[in-house]
């Protein structure tokens, strides 16, 4: 079943609107699925992914979640659209520093203001699954980039979101981290979590089940011929 | 929610400790020019529109000695009665100007010193005092073995005045203006509404003293209406409710005794109050010669050292005086707002450029737009709600002197926090939030938080 669908869109930035980040650009993202999206530096990538999430707005095309409308959900509407429904994994995993990895973690339930019991079950169960259940009192800067990498997957996934992005989620990890980090996607892909994965990385990429390539904000063409929409 | 606002909180004190608290001196030291601003202004909008009623489109004199006990002595002194006795009557009756010498004054009622005057007499002292004094000081006076009411000598004209009128009862005839022997004093008394319930028209009041001459008698001729009031010569507002009035009495017999000893009751009489509590009231055109006249009494009675001086144009000047205070404290109280005002925006960015991370990390996990308003301005609300406390406890401080004993101390009636403060102090707050609120809106929206999201720690 199609969960999110993303046609003809185009976005510009700039004063004079003059740097254009996406082009017409399509793209169809089933449920279940693991997706990545490849292409070079500026090509348009996170751009994809803040429209999807909403922290970008678009000017041109149409982008339906679950075949509703989304390109004039603005405001609340679109904060709690995000904080059901996405979940998101960043390179520096962009965790709170000043915090410890529990009230990290526990941050999207609190905004939902979830009961102060339920938010202490659900940090427990979730950090022990990523096995970070003995660094919830500490603080971001006294874990290693893997350990907090799951913190920030923790945090992604503890609202149950139905789509999780993640922007280069490895680029910062040695290639055993990348790994590991990799394998939780898979196993929370294989519970049901769609991924649209942004990397630069083709082991990333060839660990997933489709990629989309990018480039000048269009979908671009591989050698293989794969049309990649 | 809460949870996150305390960790915030938690981590921006730890952070800024020394800006917070500079930040809380600076706009407490704001909210206390507000204050004294505010304070003038109802000030001097208070002397404008106490002038305007009180004074109208006419002149007010008031009358001064030179301050040396010498002169003061040859002017009351008994030698000199006569003098003052003559020019009273000739200012009483001019009728260029207005003569008016009320005088409040305490009246006593009975001494535990003086045999004459035993408590036993006052059966109900205890109701006459409650019913005397606003706060009820009955317990003190016992302490103090005398019974003391407030009272007015009245002159003709206080009748006239537009907020004294009659109850019940009637006003003071010519004759009772008068006393005609020493021995046998008695006084019609009105009394405020205060004592309609304790006093009736036709009752006796016994035992009043005036000066140190025998029991006066009190006839109970009528009540004053309720909040009944007049401008004293001190141009402010006396209420009535308290008081008894007496006439301010004139004697026609001779001040000098068959045996030759002064009247103490004349004495009493004709004292400095109804020259120096006097004011010299006339018409805006017959003022100057009004004034050229009162100089001519007092020459011809031989009491040159007295002087008039302008009462109107004094209060005039005063009024310019608060005025002006005003538009100084006004500028000090703009000045520092302004500062306060800069220092918030540098705040602001200074916080949003540090923090666009932290709250782009709100931001994608849901954060509401109400959610990131409080994230943004707890800590503001936090420093107005601490200077706002710091402004009460230090106006109330310099409002209060403790004397040697710290167990008695004085509280002044000078520059209280009145609710209009607190309502200019309010909003100023509130503007104030605003503009850090929008600001912050505004700037957070212009940040790429995507960038912002990216950048390493």
Redesign the interface.
């Known amino acids: 079943m199609e969960l999110l669908k993303l046609e003809r869109i185009t976005k510009k930035y700039g004063q004079s609107q003059n740097i254009t980040a996406l082009n017409q650009f399509n793209l169809n993202v089933r449920e279940g699925e693991m997706l990545a999206l490849m292409g070079k530096s500026g090509s348009g990538k ?2 994809v992914l ?1 429209i999807i ?1 909403g ?2 707005g678009l000017q041109k095309g149409s982008y339906k979640f679950k075949n509703q409308e989304m390109a004039k959900v603005k ?2 509407k679109m ?2 659209f ?3 429904n996405i979940g ?1 994994i ?3 995993f ?6 410890t990895i529990y ?1 990290n973690i526990a ?2 339930l ?4 979830k009961p102060k019991a339920e938010i202490k079950e659900r940090v427990r169960k979730l950090a022990a699954e990523l096995g970070i259940e003995k660094q919830l009192k500490k603080y ?2 006294e874990l290693s980039g893997g350990e907090a990498q799951r913190a920030a997957i923790a ?1 992604a996934i503890i ?1 149950q979101p139905q789509l999780i992005l993640a ?1 280069e989620p490895t680029g ?1 990890l040695d290639e055993e981290n990348s790994r590991k980090i990799m394998e939780i996607f898979q196993k929370l892909n294989a519970q049901g979590n769609t991924f649209i994965i942004v990397t630069h990385d083709p082991n990333v990429g060839a660990m997933c089940k489709r990629t989309v390539h990018i480039k000048d904000g269009k979908n671009y063409e591989t050698g293989g011929g794969e049309i990649n929409a | ?1 809460l ?2 606002l305390w ?1 915030e909180m938690k ?1 921006y004190l ?2 800024n400790a020394a800006v917070f608290i500079l930040s809380v001196l600076a706009f407490t030291f704001a909210c206390i020019t507000i204050n004294l601003t505010m304070f003038n202004y109802l000030q001097a909008d208070k002397f404008r529109r106490e002038n305007e009623e009180s004074y109208g489109n006419k002149s007010f004199y008031k009358v001064s000695l030179p301050p040396s006990s010498a002169v003061f002595m040859r002017v009351f002194g008994n030698d000199n009665r006569e003098n003052i006795i003559k020019a009273f009557e000739q200012l009483k009756n001019d009728p260029l100007f207005e003569y008016r010498y009320r005088q409040p004054n305490s009246i006593e009622f009975f001494d535990f010193d003086n045999p004459n005057f035993g408590v036993a007499d006052f059966p109900r002292y205890r109701d006459e005092f409650l019913h005397g004094y606003e706060q009820g000081r009955t317990e003190f006076a016992k302490q103090d073995d005398y019974l003391s009411l407030k009272g007015l000598y009245a002159d003709r004209l206080l009748i006239n005045e537009p907020n004294v009128n009659i109850a019940s009862g009637r006003w003071f005839t010519e004759e009772e203006f008068y006393v005609h022997d020493p021995n046998d004093i008695q006084f019609p008394v009105i009394l405020g509404a205060g004592y309609s319930d304790l006093y009736e028209i036709g009752d006796i009041i016994e035992y009043m003293q005036m000066g140190s001459v025998n029991p006066i008698t009190l006839h109970v001729i009528g009540f004053l209406e309720q909040d009944g009031w007049f401008y004293d010569n001190n141009n402010e507002r006396l209420l009535l409710n308290r008081y008894m009035v007496v006439p301010s009495p004139e004697i026609t017999y001779n001040f000098i005794l068959p045996d030759g000893s002064y009247c103490e009751f004349a004495r009493f009489v004709y004292n400095s109050s109804i020259m120096m509590n006097a004011r010299i009231v006339a018409d805006e055109q017959s003022a100057a010669a009004a004034m050229q006249r009162v100089y001519q009494i007092w020459g011809e009675n031989k009491l040159y050292e007295f002087e008039l001086f302008d009462e109107t144009d004094g209060a005039q000047r005063w009024l310019v005086m608060a005025r002006e205070q005003t538009l100084s404290n006004l500028i000090i109280s703009v000045f520092t707002l302004l500062v306060c005002v800069l220092m918030f925006s540098i705040q602001a960015s200074y916080k949003l450029n540090k923090y666009k ?2 709250y ?12 990131l308003l409080a994230l943004m301005l707890q800590d503001v609300v936090l420093m107005f709600a601490l200077s706002f406390g710091l402004m009460f406890a230090l106006t109330e401080i310099y409002r209060t002197i403790w004397f040697s004993n710290p167990a008695t101390f004085h509280r002044f009636d000078i520059t209280p926090i009145s609710m209009e403060t607190v309502v200019v102090l309010l909003i100023t707050q509130l503007l104030l939030l605003c503009f850090i609120g929008i600001t912050g809106h505004r700037k957070i929206h212009k940040t790429d ?2 960038a912002a ?5």
Do not use: C, W
């Not at chain 1, 962009?94 to 915090?99: E, F, N, P, S, V």
């Not at chain 2, 999201?453 to 720690?457: G, P, V």
């Open positions: 996170s751009t803040n999430s922290i970008d405001g609340d904060t709690v995000r904080r059901d998101f960043l390179q520096h962009a965790l709170i520093q000043d915090a009230d941050l999207p609190r905004l939902s203001r971001p800067k945090r609202n922007d910062a | 929610m949870k996150i960790l981590n730890k952070g991370k932290k782009g990390i709100y931001m994608m996990s849901g954060i509401t737009a109400k959610q938080m995507s999201l990216r950048e390493h720690e």
